[in-house]
């Protein structure tokens, strides 16, 4: 008899679901027996496929060391996250891990993230469709000196305004969703204090954009604070302001 399939936050057997697409795209529990990623509809699983190769990709690009950080995306009322404690690179389409936007799991057997409560209150207060979360070096060494990284570069418009720092609370907990919350208000993405970053699009490539730009941000204002002597020249918000009227037309159109 085949070994159950082990829960990777606390090592119990997992009662396997068996998912069932319904019509329209929509996914549903079913009654039979089968591996979580065995009956899903196409979207659904090409989803999980971005899903997962975003979060390879936050490890591959330094913004994440071994499971820390997760990614996130939205299907109609269906979260697709990635699992508690499961190397990305040993994901498979059979390990795909979703939940309604209350937080009851309804595909998958794996545990989802522990912050799920912060992807959820995204989700739910926005017209997000994919979150990144991660705990990239210099942006995190930023949350632990100022309540907002300083308007070192006019890509702060690109996240809506002066990126925010969120108080600390503990991971995984409805604080840090609120204190999160707050921090994104009118904003794409915030700092976690002595923790990390959140971004959010209507895509996965622009949430990891976003990240990817929000520890650029931190990175540059890090290197010309520590020159010796001099401090560096900072943009006012209606500067900044005015960049994303621009942004707004950026890029090529079809």
Not at 6 to 13: E, K, L, S, T, V
Not at 112 to 126: C, K, N, Q, W
């Amino acid at each position: 008899m085949a070994e159950p399939r082990r829960n990777a936050h606390d090592g119990r057997p997992d009662e396997r679901r068996d998912v069932r697409p319904a019509p329209g795209g929509s996914v549903r529990r079913g009654a039979g027996e089968g591996d979580a990623g065995a009956d899903v509809g196409e979207d659904v699983a090409r989803l999980w496929a971005e899903v997962v190769a975003t979060a390879r990709r936050t490890v591959a690009d330094g913004l994440v060391v071994g499971t820390s950080g997760n990614v996130s995306a939205r299907l109609g009322d269906l979260v697709l996250v990635t699992p508690s404690g499961v190397p990305y690179d040993r994901l498979t389409p059979a390990d795909l891990t979703g939940v309604d936007l209350t937080g009851r799991q309804v595909l998958g057997t794996l545990v989802p993230t522990s912050e799920l409560p912060m992807h959820l209150a995204v989700y739910r207060a926005t017209d997000a469709r994919a979150v990144v979360h991660t705990h990239a070096v210099h942006a995190t060494a930023v949350s632990t000196l100022v309540p907002e990284l300083p308007l070192v570069h006019y890509m702060a418009a690109a996240l809506g305004g002066p990126v925010r720092v969120a108080p600390y609370a503990p991971y995984g907990t409805d604080e840090l969703a609120g204190n999160m919350l707050r921090a994104l208000a009118g904003r794409s993405g915030c700092l976690l204090r002595n923790h990390g970053t959140v971004t959010y699009g209507a895509t996965l490539d622009q949430a990891y954009d976003r990240t990817a730009q929000l520890e650029w941000m931190c990175r540059l204002w890090l290197t010309a604070s520590s020159v010796p002597g001099l401090a560096p020249t900072l943009l006012t918000e209606a500067q900044v302001a005015e960049v994303g009227e621009r942004l707004k037309g950026y890029g090529q159109r079809r």
